[in-house]
């Protein structure tokens, strides 16, 4: 028997990425590969990169630069870039570096085997394509065996919304939604191998229009279907964009048990004015009203989102204008950002905020952030939520598993309580978990 070759992913930036990474180990298991966590031992070296923030490139040719010593330990070591940098760079990654054999892009990952098959014969692999074909086929639609209770399932993917600062309409294209079929099927496979909970996944997941059996389905739809899936208890999605929040997928918050009281929904800036220069096609007060009506829908729900200062013509008022609306949204959790120019997109080629200008910004809207959080975090103690639990602890006797809001909630229960949905009573905050006690 011929001992199988060894495969070392190291992924970057999303969830997306997380998932892709997981599909592409699966093409090359095809080619008798097995994953391995040591890179040392490895005869295939993949980076699956992400361009979303400043220096991805550099950061990329950087580590490419310390795999030298790998590469002359095993000559036969080959070495591939992936996702979104392996996409806006292209040919120039293997010019730049020769110690590299493939650069295959997020819409290629089904071409490995013979994108492998090619570098094993001593030439270089550079598919960097946007196919016609649907990949999800390609790659044959089966998802991977699942480690735990909660599996991703992509959805939809690109976005043709050309926000003024990012580069995924360049890197991954135009929108594509799957067949609803499929998911279905995916999902159904997913639980039978133990999978309770999944997220949805798509960069602007909310304008899902996949074809369904009676027509076309949104993603409320889609979410409704799903919901009815025996043993799929719980559902969520990822990301979304404000304007495609249509009223049934409003109203799934509402009414669909499974859909959990967690919503990702980014804004970016408070300023109306920034807004526009963004080209995020709606205003502060727009945003706010629709946070309204999501909360109506679902009076308990945690929102999160993500926001950009110093972006091109920000002014000290602008910058006002998004604390106020943080403080008038009350977040969850957040994720926020210096701008940083994307080569290629129209903010890249504006007039820029000064440095310390957007660190000095990006440190007060953070302390804000973060005593949002820590309040949110406060607001649970005494109540009792759902967790599904995950793994075990850090502690011994622990267990470790996410309420139904998405916080980290750990408990002293044995590991026969991994895999279930239990209620807990919370009974301990800190900013970034739960402690509680089964409330069972
Ligand atoms: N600079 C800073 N942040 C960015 N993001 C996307 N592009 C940029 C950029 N050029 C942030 C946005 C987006 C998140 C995924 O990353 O907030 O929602
Ligand atoms: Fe980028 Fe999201 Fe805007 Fe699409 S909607 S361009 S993915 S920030």
Not at 96 to 117: C, I, K, N, T
Not at 173 to 178: D, M, P, Q
Not at 377 to 395: H, I, S
Request: glycine share 8%; aromatic share 6%; net charge negative.
């Amino acid at each position: 028997m011929t001992t199988p070759k060894k495969l070392f992913i190291k992924t970057y930036g999303c969830q997306m990425n997380v998932y892709d990474s997981e599909r592409m180990a699966e093409a090359l298991g095809a080619s008798g590969y097995v994953t391995t966590d040591t890179p040392e031992t490895a005869d295939m070296i993949l980076l699956n990169t992400c361009h979303i923030r400043e220096k991805a490139a550099e950061k990329v040719y950087s580590e490419l630069g310390r795999l030298k010593g790998l590469k002359s330990a095993n000559p036969d070591l080959k070495i591939g870039v992936a996702g979104c940098v392996a996409q806006a760079e292209g040919a120039e990654i293997l010019r730049r570096q020769p110690l590299v054999d493939l650069v295959v892009g997020p819409q290629s990952y089904h071409r490995l085997p013979e994108m492998e098959a090619r570098a094993r014969s001593g030439e270089k692999a550079l598919d960097t394509d946007f196919p016609e074909e649907d990949k999800f086929d390609r790659l044959g639609g089966r998802p991977k065996a699942s480690r735990g209770p909660t599996a991703f399932l992509t959805v939809q993917e690109g976005c043709d919304k050309f926000c003024a600062f990012c580069v995924v309409p360049y890197t991954r294209g135009a929108e594509v939604s799957r067949p609803a079929a499929r998911i279905l099927d995916e999902a159904r496979e997913l639980v039978d191998r133990g999978v309770r909970e999944l997220t949805l996944l798509g960069q602007n997941v909310n304008a899902y229009h996949g074809a369904g059996p009676d027509g076309t389905w949104g993603l409320a739809r889609l979410i409704r279907e799903l919901a009815k899936i025996d043993g799929l208890d719980r559902l969520r999605y990822t990301t979304s964009h404000p304007n495609d929040m249509e009223d049934d997928l409003i109203a799934a918050h509402g009414d669909c048990p499974e859909l959990m009281p967690y919503l990702h929904l980014p804004v970016q800036s408070g300023s109306d004015r920034i807004l526009k220069a963004m080209n995020r096609k709606h205003t502060a007060e727009q945003y706010l009203r629709l946070i309204e009506r999501i909360r109506a829908a679902r009076p308990d729900i945690l929102l999160s989102g993500d926001f950009i200062v110093g972006f091109p013509g920000e002014t000290d008022a602008d910058f006002e204008d998004t604390l106020a609306l943080v403080r008038a949204v009350g977040y969850g959790q957040c994720y926020s950002f210096k701008y940083s120019p994307r080569p290629g997109t129209p903010a890249a080629e504006r007039d820029q905020v000064d440095e310390d200008v957007k660190s000095d910004r990006l440190a007060r809207l953070q302390a804000l952030l973060n005593a949002q959080q820590e309040e949110a975090q406060r607001a649970m103690v005494g109540r009792t939520v759902g967790v599904l639990f995950e793994k075990p602890g850090r502690m011994p006797g622990q267990v470790v598993g996410k309420s139904d809001h998405l916080q980290a909630v750990h408990v002293e229960a044995g590991t026969d309580w991994l895999g279930r949905i239990a209620p807990v009573e919370i009974i301990a905050a800190a900013p970034n978990s739960l402690a509680g006690r089964l409330a069972t």
